[in-house]
T-cell receptor, first 115, second 114 residues
Framework: DTEVTQTPKHLVMGMTNKKSLKCEQH?????MYWYKQKAKKPPELMFV???????INESVPSRFSPECPNSSLLNLHLHALQPEDSALYLC??????????????FGPGTRLLVL | AQTVTQSQPEMSVQEAETVTLSCTYD???????LFWYKQPPSRQMILVIR??????QNATENRFSVNFQKAAKSFSLKISDSQLGDAAMYFC???????????FGEGTQLTVNP
């Protein structure tokens, strides 16, 4: 089973709202990722968590705040977003971050619209 | 920095025919991983096939196979007996063995005509 789940599937929020995206996997993977994807473009890496610790932050604005409460769950807290933040947000997980355990498996994504 | 180039923004194929999507990459590393991901209109990124650079044998997954030319830094995907469900955006991706960062190409939009 290579299932990564994401909720909600769609989200519409105003620029003053606070919302959260959720990602969950039960494959025993120890690395989890957030990506942002604009239409007709490849995904862009935002954050990487390895063993529940933030290991990579790709200079993402502070209005995006990741959280990894446990090894199965990854959240992305959103606050004061801009319309240009509208995109598909993809979560992925991999067994590890080194060697041959790095293959990333993606969730279905959350389509975010900021008004 | 590593780069991945997909020179075909769009491709089309007739159902049941074979199509090849091209990908080239640039790296100074000797060991790495290469992937093809498929993203249908549902937008979920689905792993199609994976190749480890130290393995000379080309990876195969059912109707999907790759032609990995390490010296030429080329990694093409062949889809045999194309099906309507193969219609999607296909991304080629590179990953170092020592890190977790995936470098994606710009993608190839594949259309399958009935």
């Amino acid at each position: 089973d290579t299932e990564v789940t994401q909720t909600p599937k769609h989200l519409v929020m105003g620029m003053t709202n606070k919302k959260s995206l959720k990602c969950e996997q039960h494959m025993g993977h120890r690395a989890m990722y957030w990506y942002k994807q604009k239409a007709k473009k490849p995904p862009e890496l935002m954050f990487v968590y390895s063993y529940e610790k933030l290991s990579i932050n790709e200079s993402v604005p502070s209005r995006f705040s990741p959280e990894c409460p446990n090894s199965s769950l990854l959240n992305l807290h959103l606050h004061a977003l801009q319309p240009e933040d509208s995109a598909l947000y993809l979560c992925a997980s991999s067994q590890g971050v080194a060697g041959n355990r790095e293959t990333q498996y993606f969730g279905p994504g959350t389509r975010l619209l900021v008004l | 920095a590593q780069t991945v180039t997909q020179s075909q923004p769009e491709m089309s194929v007739q159902e049941a025919e074979t199509v090849t999507l091209s990908c080239t990459y640039d790296t100074s590393e000797s060991d790495y991983y290469l992937f093809w991901y498929k993203q249908p209109p549902s937008r979920q990124m689905i792993l199609v096939i994976r190749q480890e650079a130290y393995k000379q044998q080309n990876a195969t997954e059912n109707r999907f196979s790759v032609n990995f030319q390490k010296a030429a830094k080329s990694f093409s995907l062949k889809i045999s007996d194309s099906q309507l469900g193969d219609a999607a955006m296909y991304f080629c991706a590179y990953q170092e063995t020592s890190g977790s960062r995936l470098t994606f190409g710009e993608g190839t939009q594949l259309t399958v005509n009935p």
